[in-house]
T-cell receptor, first 115, second 111 residues
């Protein structure tokens, strides 16, 4: 079973606040991902990382930023939260096989509500 | 742009029924197709199908990849209420490590 953790699990916050969503994995996976998912909708990739100091934007444009200073840690930050950021954010990691053959393991998600 | 389409959007069955879920894809340099089950929160991995492994089975769940038709099916036999979930299909292509997800099929199994 995958060991990937996200905190907080739920967050309700006011407009304009800065927030950081935490994601950690203990499997030594090089590759990590952030997805955004609205209720009943598809998962959209917003950021990914292939290793320390590597970050890329995903398929869906996002105002959030990420960093990868340590292999196990991939936090996502919103400098100024807005109601349009209300969504579920899922973090995932995958084994270092690459080439499209990797299964991704997901964390429990953070449900963010911005008032 | 890679594209994954799942059908039906949702279905309701009774315990003991068999369900078949469909996934079709358009992917540049297809590498793999993955099925996930999503209940309340995070998707959990079910199967990965590739050119060298086009059929997978685990208990009551099985999946087949049809590379000619660019599609896959997920079968669940003798359904149970615990099978109620959203089933997600995703593909990995030339971009290597990124997955493209379909919109999912919501399955509700009634007692």
């Amino acid at each position: 079973e995958a060991d990937i953790y996200q905190t907080p699990r739920y967050l309700v916050i006011g407009t304009g606040k800065k927030i950081t969503l935490e994601c950690s994995q203990t499997m030594g996976h090089d590759k990590m991902y952030w997805y955004q998912q609205d209720p009943g909708m598809e998962l959209h990739l917003i950021h990914y990382s292939y290793g320390v100091n590597s970050t890329e934007k995903g398929d869906l444009s996002s105002e959030s930023t990420v960093s990868r200073i340590r292999t196990e840690h991939f936090p996502l930050t919103l400098e100024s939260a807005r109601p349009s950021h209300t969504s579920q954010y899922l973090c995932a990691s995958s084994e270092p096989r690459g080439g499209g053959y990797n299964e991704q393991f997901f964390g429990p998600g953070t449900r963010l509500t911005v008032l | 742009e890679d594209k994954v389409v799942q059908s039906p959007l949702s279905l309701v069955v009774h315990e003991g029924d068999t369900v078949t879920l469909n996934c079709s894809y358009e992917v540049t340099n297809f590498r793999s197709l993955l099925w996930y089950k999503q209940e309340k929160k995070a998707p959990t991995f079910l199967f990965m199908l590739t050119s060298s492994g086009i059929e997978k089975k685990s208990g009551r769940l099985s999946s087949i990849l049809d590379k000619k038709e660019l599609s896959s099916i997920l079968n669940i036999t003798a359904t149970q209420t615990g099978d109620s979930a959203i089933y997600l299909c995703a593909t990995g292509g030339a971009a290597g490590n990124k997955l493209t997800f379909g919109g999912g099929t919501r399955v509700l199994v009634k007692p």
